[in-house]
């Protein structure tokens, strides 16, 4: 699972404008490996869960109707904004959807399990395990301290090996799938996924990878959840509330020194560096400087925001899907 900024970045524009579908293709860095769920919340926290964890279906609602046109089935308070202590979760929402998994813990659960539905099926497969360079701020003080020591994640982790573990991984269980005849391997292509053959397609209901996407009980699991979460989505963050807090977070950022037009974001001045060909070390002190600064305009406009209305779309689910209750106090 990956957190790229330009998914996130356009997902919230395409939410808050009720569009139908996300970018097919999500920005990557030239330098940019797996970066941790919870690097990039602070940058936009509003849209990071249902671009990471999205299931078939999260676009529409559990009716089937476009979420943009749905008549809202929440409303949002027009409390102030509150001051966010260091304890308080960056996204109640992903916190609520992954019930305190990192995504490196969901993946591998996931692995795991898909490997045992293989290995009933009479398969070899070996688990691909990933483990990330840097650790998933899920508070707002950790976040704050991630800004500090290693900006986004982008630019400033290691580079990743072309020997990682995940490679050699997947080189074994290709090797392990060319000692079967054609037969086989078609067999064992439809028992892994229902033998897709389009990148992104979901894999078939029944599969080893769709039980294994379902073996893991949390909400963001749950397609009818999701879908529900997604109507939401696309109803709260098009608030005057969000816009107007954003807006403030670019003139903050505008006001420090950083030129950033109505479309742009700071990922987007990295990648000028990068295009540039500003040593990649430069490029890393800019990085840890932005996001710095990022952190202390949203921390005040974007941030107690989104809390709020996260928070508010949690109460509401929760109030549709009871059984996730035991998940505990929002505030």
Known sequence: MRTLESA???SARVLRQGASSLPDHPWSSPRRGHVARGVVIGLSAAVLVVVVFAVPGWLTSPSGNDPSTATPAMVVSPQPPVTL????????????QTQGLSSDEFHN???QALALCMEEHGWTYEPSLQH?????PSTVGELREFRQTHGYGLYTQPEVSSTSSAKRTADRNHDYYMT???DQQTQYRTDLNGDIRSEGEAPDGGSCEALANQAIDIPQTDQQLMAELAGLYALTMRSTDYATAEEDWRTCLVDRGYELGSDAYPHTLLDEQWAAEVPADEIADFEITIA???FECAFTTTMPITHRLETEVVEELLAKFPKWETRGDLD
């Open 85 to 96: 202590a260091d304890t308080d979760p960056v996204s109640p929402v992903l916190e609520f």
């Open 292 to 294: 710095i600064d990022d």
């Open 132 to 136: 990330s360079p840097f650790p998933e």
């Open 109 to 111: 659960l996931t692995q």
């Open 8 to 10: 996130l970045r356009d």
């Open 180 to 182: 079967l005849d054609e």
